[in-house]
């Protein structure tokens, strides 16, 4: 299988087309920490899920864990019909409803943003439930990608009853608009395993 020319370059021209973050004088630099059902950061913390299965440092795809470690927040999605433009120092672009994330570790796409109809394994991103409302890309096996580590891992809005995720990190999406505000380029997260 082979991969159109334009569908290797989606990521750079979602990011570069609508994009848009706060100036540079107002971004600000806070990095988060995940840990025991809790998202904190210098200044405030609030609830939050993890992956099904917990967090792992062997994270691999279909597991249903968070990755542990230390990774860049990359840049994010806002769904423009559901939420005004989040003021973030992250670049930020629109959701469209062919946004798709490849979560099949055979696709030469894997765990990048692909054009929906899109031949590999993916997930859409334009959701109905509203928990991909607002995401950020959490910059885990991106650079480089490792076929099979694990795909798709968000900071993204949580389901109501904060039911575990499929690997991402997921908060109120209440908690999550106003967080943006404090994020910027050079923002990590660091995703620890429970103490419990």
């Not at 299988?1 to 979602?14: D, E, K």
């Not at 109809?117 to 859409?124: A, T």
């Not at 995401?135 to 009853?161: C, K, M, Q, R």
Request: with cysteine; aromatic share 8%.
């Amino acid at each position: 299988m082979t991969v159109s020319r334009r569908a290797l370059l989606i990521l750079p021209l979602a990011i570069g087309h609508g994009a848009r973050k706060l100036a540079a004088s107002e971004a600000r630099v806070v990095d988060l920490i995940y840990a025991d059902g809790v998202l904190s950061w210098p200044g405030g913390d609030t609830r939050a899920a993890c992956g099904r299965t917990g967090v792992r440092a062997d994270k691999r795809e279909g597991d249903g864990a968070s990755p542990a470690g230390t990774f860049p927040l990359l840049y994010g999605f806002y769904r423009a019909d559901r939420v005004a433009w989040p003021a973030t120092g992250l670049p930020l672009t629109p959701l469209r409803p062919n946004y798709g994330w490849s979560d099949d570790p055979a696709d030469p796409s894997y765990n990048r943003l692909v054009s929906r109809p899109h031949p590999g394994h993916h997930e859409s991103l334009w959701r109905a439930d509203g928990l991909y409302d607002v995401i950020v890309v959490i910059g885990y096996n991106t650079d480089p990608v490792v076929t099979d580590a694990g795909s798709a891992i968000f900071l993204h809005v949580a389901h109501s009853d904060f039911a575990p995720t499929q690997g991402c990190i997921a908060v109120a999406r209440d908690a999550l608009i106003p967080l943006l505000g404090l994020l910027g380029t050079g923002s990590t997260i660091t995703i620890r395993a429970d103490s419990r």
